[in-house]
């Protein structure tokens, strides 16, 4: 287990992330993730990332929830408050999903959304895991390569994270997911909006959805 004294070290000591690069805890050399990742990104290893599993950029980070972690315990909640606290990181919490694991993924997602404002991306298991932060590496590398300082001004609507947590609400796509995000900047602004907010973004039944889906 990690000591929150040295957490804010390993969180934030991380060298520059090159553009197409992942930088990967050690930890995870040998795993199904890492090995789908090669060939399609460069993955870089570095010992002791603390908190974090995956740097996609240099502000820019992952946390991955296995099915493991939500069976065993809460610790894994203790892991991503301590991220909060100790970091600026924008943190993306990746969580198996999976039959042994489902029961207790409305537990996480109210916790992340709601209650620590950070971006959920459920995944089936590493495999597509592997696609998400590939794609993710895709996305920030072209933000970056664009122009280098748009991220300093960039709004969370446009972070890719953020759009694939809206859009798993039912009846929400991305269109939809703009215009929320448009009117409620963060997750957490959208997940306590009431019904009336809501509906006078998407409409009555898409904002009970909503609020289902929060609830």
């Not at 603390?50 to 809460?74: K, P, Q, R, T, W």
């Not at 909640?77 to 489902?102: D, H, Q, W, Y």
Request: glycine share 6%; proline share 3%.
């Amino acid at each position: 287990m990690v000591e929150l004294e040295n957490t804010s070290v390993q969180v934030g000591a991380v060298s520059a992330v090159p553009l197409g690069h992942v930088l990967v805890d050690e930890k995870w050399r040998g795993s199904e993730l890492v090995q789908k990742l090669q060939g399609k990104i460069r993955v870089l290893f570095e010992d002791g990332l603390g908190l974090v599993d995956f740097h996609l950029s240099n502000c820019c980070c992952v946390i991955y929830i296995s099915e493991a972690d939500l069976v065993v315990g809460s610790s894994y909640k203790r892991k991503l408050v301590r991220f909060r606290n100790a970091s600026n990181l924008r943190g993306i919490v990746v969580v198996e999903k999976t039959r042994m694991s489902e029961q207790y993924f409305p537990s996480v997602q109210k916790f992340v959304l709601l209650e620590l404002g950070m971006a959920l991306i459920p995944v089936a298991d590493q495999g597509e895991a592997s696609q998400l932060i590939i794609q993710l590496v895709h996305e920030e590398s072209k933000e970056r390569d664009h122009n280098p300082f748009l991220r300093r001004n960039r709004l969370h609507l446009a972070e890719p994270s953020v759009l694939n947590t809206i859009q798993q609400i039912p009846g929400v796509g991305k269109i939809k997911a703009l215009s929320l995000l448009q009117e409620f900047p963060s997750i957490h602004h959208l997940g306590n909006a009431t019904t009336e907010e809501l509906s006078a973004v998407v409409g009555h039944t898409v904002a009970q959805q909503i609020r289902a889906f929060f609830s």
